[in-house]
């Protein structure tokens, strides 16, 4: 496997530290194929005009924030713009004291296109849109610089402008797009500096929005998620494929003490669901992931609410081993014991990557590794790809430091011996597919 240095060391440094990277993740990814196939079939939707609201279910260290970067990734490559944010307690959905506005100002922070995955894209989107439907004037016979060229370069603009007007918000965001396109046009980087700002919804008061962009009002905790509605449409007719928003973190929600700031929350979530779901968002798909006890508990979590418990519970027909990958809530598995052999062994290969040295541990090795963390009593419920993962990568390290070490001492030894359960002909029987 041949993996830039960079890229190998931002992915086991990632791991380690039990997150996950933002880079390399086709090198590492195993498993996930049913529930990514199931999202890449709202991005087709999304991308013809529909909306799509997904919730990733999982317990800690799962996989869910992997397989949003996973999507992340692939919906980039299709040409999405896709922004993600992480609930806290000071950034929920809706809240008293700019919650909901913080969770605003975090997604605008994190736009991101394929070409600045990185976040920050903003300005850059606003900038293509504006060069983009130059080239377009260009090639339809346009001469650069003459007085036609400037009022069908308008004409294009407003045509995008006055399609988003009609929206909720869609005048005053009509407007700072054409304010945007003439400090463009004149190169006045101070107004493009200050609506970019009030995109970002950094305006705390509206006195010092009119001041600086003659706009009388700003976003607010309120109102912030009709102007996610708004961005998708207009990054649809800036030439993109869609808006993916991503909500990780909804645990933070269920943690609220106060059951009615709870309620408010859901409230928000609901609002959200039924938009997409009764063609009032375009071109927009939301994915939220939080943990089985988050969604599912019916004192605190999402199904305390009854109207969101109705709309997103199983049906009679899901279960044993038949799951509706279309309904709005994909439940993880847990990756298979052939998953996890392959996926440590692809991390085998980029370590030796890094480190520069021939990879030692033998599939043997990777094997009875597996089974010494599967062998633990309550592994078959408890044991997560994050806890797994980090005690792999901390075996590698070892080895490396001490070569005279080998993987199967280090296994075999007191320290790493596994307590089987009181039939070990079961726990044996379990792993008949790994013999060598």
């Given at each position: 496997?041949?993996i830039?240095?960079?890229?190998?060391?931002?992915v086991?440094?990632?791991?380690?530290?039990?997150?996950?990277?933002?880079?390399?993740?086709?090198?590492?990814?195993v498993?996930?194929?049913?529930e990514?196939?199931?999202?890449l079939?709202?991005?087709?939707?999304?991308?013809?005009?529909?909306?799509?609201?997904?919730?990733?279910?999982?317990?800690?260290g799962?996989?869910?924030?992997?397989?949003?970067?996973?999507?992340?990734?692939?919906?980039?490559?299709?040409?999405?713009?896709v922004a993600?944010?992480?609930?806290?307690?000071e950034?929920?959905?809706?809240?008293?004291?700019?919650?909901?506005?913080?969770?605003?100002?975090?997604?605008m922070?994190?736009?991101?296109t394929?070409?600045?995955?990185?976040?920050g894209?903003?300005?850059?989107?606003?900038?293509k849109?504006?060069?983009?439907?130059?080239?377009?004037?260009?090639?339809?016979?346009g001469?650069?610089?003459?007085?036609?060229f400037?009022k069908?370069?308008?004409k294009?603009i407003f045509?995008?402008v006055?399609?988003?007007?009609?929206?909720?918000h869609?005048?005053?965001?009509a407007?700072?797009?054409?304010l945007?396109?003439?400090?463009?046009?004149?190169?006045d980087?101070e107004?493009k500096?200050?609506?970019?700002?009030?995109?970002?919804?950094?305006?705390?008061?509206?006195?010092?929005a009119r001041?600086?962009?003659?706009?009388?009002?700003?976003?607010?905790?309120?109102?912030?998620?009709?102007y996610?509605?708004?961005?998708?449409?207009?990054?649809?007719?800036?030439?993109?494929s869609?808006?993916?928003?991503?909500?990780?973190?909804?645990?933070?929600i269920?943690?609220?003490?106060?059951?009615i700031?709870?309620?408010?929350?859901?409230?928000?979530?609901?609002?959200?669901?039924?938009d997409?779901?009764?063609?009032?968002a375009q071109?927009?798909?939301?994915i939220?992931c939080?943990?089985p006890?988050?969604?599912?508990?019916?004192r605190?979590?999402?199904?305390?609410?009854?109207?969101?418990?109705?709309?997103?519970?199983?049906?009679?027909?899901s279960?044993d081993?038949?799951?509706?990958?279309?309904?709005?809530v994909?439940?993880?598995?847990?990756?298979?014991?052939?998953?996890m052999?392959?996926?440590?062994e692809?991390?085998?290969?980029?370590?030796?990557?890094?480190?520069?040295?021939?990879?030692?541990?033998?599939?043997?090795?990777l094997v009875?590794?597996?089974?010494?963390?599967?062998?633990?009593?309550?592994?078959?419920?408890?044991?997560t790809?994050?806890?797994v993962?980090?005690?792999?990568?901390?075996l590698?390290?070892?080895l490396?430091?001490?070569?005279?070490?080998?993987?199967?001492?280090?296994?075999?030894?007191?320290?790493?011996e596994?307590s089987?359960?009181?039939?070990?002909a079961?726990?044996?029987?379990n792993?008949?597919?790994?013999?060598?």
């Amino acid at each position: 496997m041949k993996i830039p240095k960079r890229i190998a060391q931002a992915v086991i440094n990632s791991l380690k530290g039990g997150v996950v990277p933002r880079i390399g993740l086709p090198y590492i990814t195993v498993g996930r194929q049913t529930e990514i196939n199931a999202l890449l079939h709202d991005v087709d939707i999304i991308s013809e005009g529909g909306a799509s609201f997904r919730f990733i279910v999982g317990k800690y260290g799962s996989g869910k924030s992997f397989l949003l970067q996973t999507i992340r990734n692939y919906v980039m490559d299709r040409g999405f713009i896709v922004a993600d944010a992480d609930l806290s307690p000071e950034r929920r959905l809706q809240g008293t004291k700019g919650q909901g506005l913080a969770t605003y100002k975090e997604l605008m922070r994190n736009i991101s296109t394929k070409t600045r995955p990185e976040g920050g894209a903003l300005n850059l989107i606003l900038d293509k849109w504006i060069s983009t439907v130059q080239s377009e004037v260009i090639e339809n016979g346009g001469e650069l610089g003459s007085p036609d060229f400037e009022k069908q370069v308008e004409k294009r603009i407003f045509e995008v402008v006055n399609s988003v007007s009609e929206m909720v918000h869609g005048f005053d965001f009509a407007r700072l797009l054409t304010l945007y396109y003439r400090a463009y046009k004149n190169g006045d980087d101070e107004i493009k500096g200050a609506v970019t700002k009030w995109f970002r919804g950094e305006y705390t008061t509206k006195t010092e929005a009119r001041a600086e962009l003659g706009v009388g009002i700003i976003i607010t905790d309120e109102d912030w998620y009709e102007y996610i509605k708004l961005f998708a449409f207009f990054f649809k007719k800036a030439g993109y494929s869609g808006f993916i928003m991503m909500i990780d973190e909804l645990v933070n929600i269920y943690k609220i003490p106060n059951a009615i700031t709870r309620q408010y929350n859901y409230e928000k979530i609901l609002t959200m669901y039924n938009d997409t779901l009764q063609g009032k968002a375009q071109y927009l798909g939301i994915i939220m992931c939080g943990t089985p006890q988050c969604i599912e508990d019916t004192r605190r979590g999402v199904y305390s609410y009854e109207a969101l418990r109705s709309r997103l519970a199983e049906g009679k027909f899901s279960g044993d081993g038949h799951r509706d990958m279309l309904a709005p809530v994909i439940k993880l598995d847990p990756l298979s014991y052939e998953e996890m052999l392959v996926l440590t062994e692809k991390l085998s290969e980029i370590h030796a990557e890094l480190f520069g040295y021939t990879r030692k541990i033998k599939e043997e090795d990777l094997v009875m590794f597996i089974k010494v963390e599967y062998g633990r009593i309550g592994a078959d419920t408890h044991i997560t790809p994050r806890e797994v993962i980090r005690d792999f990568i901390e075996l590698l390290d070892i080895l490396y430091q001490n070569p005279d070490m080998t993987a199967e001492k280090m296994l075999s030894s007191g320290k790493f011996e596994y307590s089987k359960p009181q039939n070990e002909a079961d726990t044996d029987d379990n792993f008949t597919e790994f013999e060598i």
